[in-house]
């Protein structure tokens, strides 16, 4: 067996002997003067020891701190306010000027097929923004799960559908975290109009009233090639896109927002999108 290489090693213990007889005090001293050790003066009251000391005062014992506790609701040192529904956001008196949705706190539901550059154009607009803001996709979060991931490329079902309503719950459980500490949101979502269950209904409740949906749909040959460029899970079929955007077209006649960006890129689409928030603000869609 080998030791490292530093202080000597104990010698064996012998029989008979302490654990510590032959270490002498000096020995872990080199150097230390050598002879016996000194003796300690005779208790008081040993014959010899002269007079016992008398007892003075005791000094009070010091108090003792006690930290105060920490704040309730706190990260830190930073309070957060906590994250509550989102209200409709206020509209400008008549006499204003027409909002600026760049310098405004929204939460705002990008809506799109697969292939519709939702995702790219939430990302550039999230960025180009006046005030903090951030970008909120439903897709993302679904990954989170590693696994026993429902793969939409498998269809949907159960498990599927499960999932899809734990993300967005927790999406919107983001959002709203984020827009209570003055923080801008854009989510993205493929939402059905034919799903009630899992579209706009279910957005409304976990993130408030608020909330400003807008629909990206550019014609089926420009989704087709999109989606063409894709990869991993987020590439689907070319039957599966086209099926999805055929039901998307029942978004036309809802009275919500929609851009067509067949011949638009990211940062003109955003654009786009500024100018519908803009309208959005001053006079709220009723959904």
Same mark, same amino acid.
């Given at each position: 067996?080998?030791?490292?290489?530093?202080?000597?090693?104990?010698?064996?213990?012998?029989?008979?002997?302490?654990?510590? $007889?032959?270490?002498?005090?000096?020995?872990h001293?080199p150097g230390?003067?050598?002879?016996?050790a000194?003796?300690?003066p005779?208790?008081?009251?040993?014959?010899?020891?002269?007079?016992?000391?008398?007892?003075?005062?005791?000094?009070? *014992?010091?108090?003792?701190?006690?930290? !105060?506790?920490?704040?309730?609701?706190?990260?830190?040192?930073?309070p957060?306010?906590?994250?509550?529904?989102?209200?409709?956001? $206020?509209?400008?008196?008549? $006499?204003?000027?027409?909002?600026?949705?760049? !310098?405004?706190t929204?939460?705002?539901?990008?809506?799109?097929?697969?292939?519709?550059?939702?995702?790219?154009?939430?990302?550039?607009? !999230?960025?180009?923004?006046?005030v903090?803001?951030?970008?909120?996709?439903l897709?993302d979060?679904?990954?989170?799960?590693?696994?026993?991931?429902?793969?939409?490329?498998s269809?949907?079902?159960?498990?599927?559908?499960?999932?899809?309503?734990?993300a967005?719950?927790?999406?919107?459980f983001?959002?709203?975290?984020?827009? *209570?500490?003055?923080?801008?949101?854009?989510?993205?979502?493929?939402?059905?109009?034919?799903?009630?269950?899992?579209?706009?209904?279910?957005?409304?409740?976990?993130?408030?009233?608020?909330?400003?949906?807008?629909?990206?749909l550019?014609?089926?040959?420009?989704?087709?090639?999109r989606?063409?460029?894709?990869?991993?899970n987020?590439?689907?079929?070319d039957?599966?896109?086209?099926?999805?955007?055929?039901?998307?077209?029942?978004?036309?006649?809802?009275?919500?927002?929609?851009?067509?960006?067949?011949?638009?890129?990211?940062? $003109?689409?955003a654009?786009?999108?500024?100018?519908?928030? !803009?309208?959005?603000?001053?006079?709220?869609?009723?959904?």
């Amino acid at each position: 067996m080998q030791h490292a290489v530093g202080s000597p090693l104990p010698p064996p213990h012998r029989p008979g002997q302490g654990p510590h $007889a032959d270490w002498a005090p000096a020995g872990h001293h080199p150097g230390a003067p050598q002879g016996p050790a000194p003796v300690p003066p005779p208790p008081p009251g040993f014959p010899g020891a002269g007079p016992a000391p008398t007892a003075g005062p005791v000094p009070p *014992a010091p108090p003792r701190h006690t930290p !105060a506790p920490p704040p309730p609701d706190t990260t830190g040192h930073v309070p957060l306010p906590p994250g509550g529904p989102v209200g409709m956001p $206020a509209v400008p008196p008549a $006499a204003a000027a027409v909002p600026d949705p760049a !310098a405004t706190t929204l939460a705002v539901l990008l809506i799109g097929p697969a292939g519709a550059g939702k995702t790219s154009v939430a990302k550039y607009w !999230a960025d180009h923004r006046r005030v903090p803001t951030a970008h909120i996709s439903l897709d993302d979060v679904r990954e989170w799960v590693r696994s026993g991931y429902a793969n939409p490329q498998s269809g949907w079902n159960d498990n599927s559908e499960a999932q899809y309503r734990l993300a967005r719950r927790t999406c919107g459980f983001a959002a709203r975290n984020f827009l *209570a500490n003055g923080i801008s949101c854009i989510l993205d979502d493929a939402v059905f109009p034919d799903r009630p269950v899992v579209g706009l209904g279910g957005w409304k409740r976990h993130v408030g009233p608020g909330l400003l949906p807008v629909v990206i749909l550019p014609g089926l040959d420009i989704v087709l090639e999109r989606n063409a460029e894709r990869t991993g899970n987020r590439r689907l079929t070319d039957e599966e896109v086209a099926r999805i955007h055929g039901r998307m077209a029942g978004w036309y006649g809802s009275g919500l927002p929609i851009i067509d960006n067949s011949q638009l890129d990211v940062p $003109a689409t955003a654009r786009v999108l500024d100018e519908v928030l !803009a309208r959005a603000i001053a006079s709220p869609p009723s959904w």
